[in-house]
């Protein structure tokens, strides 16, 4: 019965769907439910550093449970985005109404979107791959499962990875370079994946130019049918969960780095190279993604598996608390600065 906590993960949709019911003032209580809501809850309950036991490993690792509750977010997120898109077509939103309903389809793509694809795809199996795709599409992100997979686990920690925040670089400018970062290293893995096997540009595994047109398919199909409004904030919402994809990654990996060897290469990733949370609620409501150093130290392992490390760098609140101390710089660079390994800053 335990297991049943993850069903919490589905907390942000069910408000989102009262959102876009009740409209109004209702319209910014995603954002509310997440940014000040849940952070002071979080806060309030206790943190849990305890790791399952072998024999439950066994028993969750072959669990359908835990992937049906990973699957069912594709029906919930193409459900909410169709409807709030159809809803353009009749409804008549005011401006703010618009702005908070766009702003917390964002949210709700990023957590239960992104966050879910990003589970999937590091599966063994094609169809579950498939869908890791499937759910990155309405974020506009189709890229983040090659550069993910083939960039971010192979650079994590190093200057060399966009999406890790380097030592008092500020969110705000962590915004822009991981996007921008990220989109360009997705194009430079994919044209040496295609090099390595004698392929051109045009090849039809150049996967890249089939997540470009997927892309433009997904939009088309939305300009047919809801018009130019309803195009302009499919646009905002995927921006919306961007961002807040980028925020997690800046809380994830900031300042963290690993160093060279001898030989002049960096050493593995370890469990001491990305943050650690184990804030009860964060936990269960991101699959378990505030364990990441064991996810990247043990990238194959499945969300329900994931341990805690003595070893791991903590972070003092959980994610969604780490998330809006991070909008305040000052702020945030006094909490986490001091906690980064000496050997770790920079000119050290």
């Known amino acids: 019965m335990k297991d049943l906590k993850y069903l919490v993960a589905y907390a942000l949709p069910l408000v989102l769907i009262v959102s876009l019911n009740l409209r109004g003032i209702w319209s910014f209580f995603t954002p509310l439910f997440a940014f000040v809501l849940i952070p002071i809850i979080e806060i309030m309950l206790p943190v849990d550093d305890s790791n399952i036991s ?55 793509l990023s957590s239960n979107g992104i966050n879910v694809a990003h589970e999937l795809g590091h599966r063994t199996t094609r169809w579950e791959r498939v869908l890791s795709k499937i759910l990155l599409l309405p974020a506009m992100n189709l890229h ?6 083939f960039g971010h686990h192979l650079h994590a920690a190093t200057k060399e990875d966009p999406a890790s925040a380097k030592y008092n670089q500020s969110v705000y400018s962590f915004w822009f370079t ?76 900031y300042g963290l780095r690993r160093l060279k060897t001898a030989s002049g290469r960096y050493e593995r990733v370890k469990e001491i190279h990305s943050w650690n949370s184990n804030h009860v609620l964060g936990r269960i409501m991101l699959y378990e993604l505030t364990r990441h150093s064991d996810h990247h130290y043990r990238a194959h392992k499945k969300y329900q598996l994931l341990e805690y490390h003595e070893v791991s760098p903590q972070m003092p609140y959980g994610y969604p608390t780490s998330m809006v101390i991070s909008l305040v710089p000052p702020v945030w660079f006094a909490l986490m600065n001091k906690r980064i390994p000496e050997e770790m800053k920079p000119n050290h």
Do not use: C
Not at 72 to 99: C, D, K, M
Not at 144 to 149: A, L
């Open 144 to 149: 983040f499962y090659i550069e993910h997979n």
């Open 178 to 253: 991981s996007i921008l970062g990220q989109y360009r290293s997705a194009w430079n893995i994919q044209m040496n994946l295609l090099k390595k096997e004698g392929r051109g540009f045009l090849s039809y595994k150049n996967d890249m130019l089939w997540y470009v047109a997927a892309q433009l398919v997904y939009y088309g199909v939305i300009y047919y049918f809801f018009g130019i409004t309803a195009l302009a904030i499919a646009f905002g919402f995927a921006i919306s969960a961007l961002v807040m994809l980028e925020t997690i990654n800046y809380i994830e990996h």
């Open 54 to 108: 072998e024999k439950e490993k066994k028993q969750k690792s072959k669990n359908i449970f835990f992937d049906i509750l990973l699957y069912f977010n594709i029906p919930i997120i193409y459900g909410i985005v169709g409807w709030f898109l159809w809803s353009t077509t009749w409804a008549n939103y005011g401006l703010y109404e618009i702005i908070g309903l766009t702003f917390s389809v964002g949210i709700v």
